[in-house]
């Protein structure tokens, strides 16, 4: 990923009360705003301000188009709306351009939107060991899977591979980035799950994904992008069964640190970032 330049060197003015936010829908259930509230107090910048925008997918393009206009530095972007993300963008960066997906967006001095997905850097941050020469299984073909997918091949996997529901969308994932799908899971060194099971509703369990219980253990590292406070079922039994768990908090904050970071031009206090979203 090509390094940008900040909001300041890119002409706008931090001393400026500017908004940044999360738009998605639902999006009530993100821990973005905390997250990003703690860290720009932290960072001296408490007149800035973010936000959650609930925003239906039939009008986030037109949101989309008014963040110049509207006092925006910025905003990420969750389910559903990446893909219509980058389509919103006036430029991409090289990485959102190849995943096909973007997870923010900054609004550079001359008004116009740059997409970017830190989505991809966020989960290597955190994979907590090298993914060269391992094999990954990616539940999900949605915007993070994508960006899994990209991440991980990347970081030199010797495999990666995508499970979705409905095949073809694997399929056509795995065409545009040049992964492979499958139809049933394997016993890959590294499982993620980007699919949005047990995101909004807390009794949904992992049942409805083709892994069972007994079976996790065959993997060096469970991964969920969905976070729930305490963890969630599918890495409870991960744990249990003796492998290393990474929750979706974790990446939370580390792709909101590379936002965080790219808007204000200032690093990252990744740790009162991690606090906040655990409270």
Known sequence: ??????????GLDPARPWRLGVFGWPVAHSRS????????????LAHWTYGALPVPPEHVAAAFAALPDSGFAGANVTIPHKHEALAAADVATPAAAEIGAANMLTVLGDGTIEADNTDAPGLIDVLGEPAAGRTALILGAGGSSRACAWAL???GCSRV?????????????????????VDAPFDADLLVNCTAVGLHDPEETFERLPVRAADLGVHRVV??????????????????AGARTVDGLAILVAQGARSLERWTGRPAPRDVMDDAVRT
């Open 223 to 240: 991964v969920d992008l969905v976070y729930r406070a305490g963890g969630t079922p599918l890495l409870h039994a991960a744990a249990d």
């Open 161 to 181: 591979a995508v499970w979705n529901r409905t095949a073809g969308r694997a399929v056509e994932l795995a065409h545009d980035l040049g992964v492979d799908a």
């Open 1 to 10: 990923m090509t390094e940008a330049p900040s909001p300041a060197a890119a």
């Open 153 to 155: 091949r990347e970081a």
């Open 33 to 44: 705003p905390a997250m990003h509230g703690a860290a720009l107090r932290a960072l001296g």
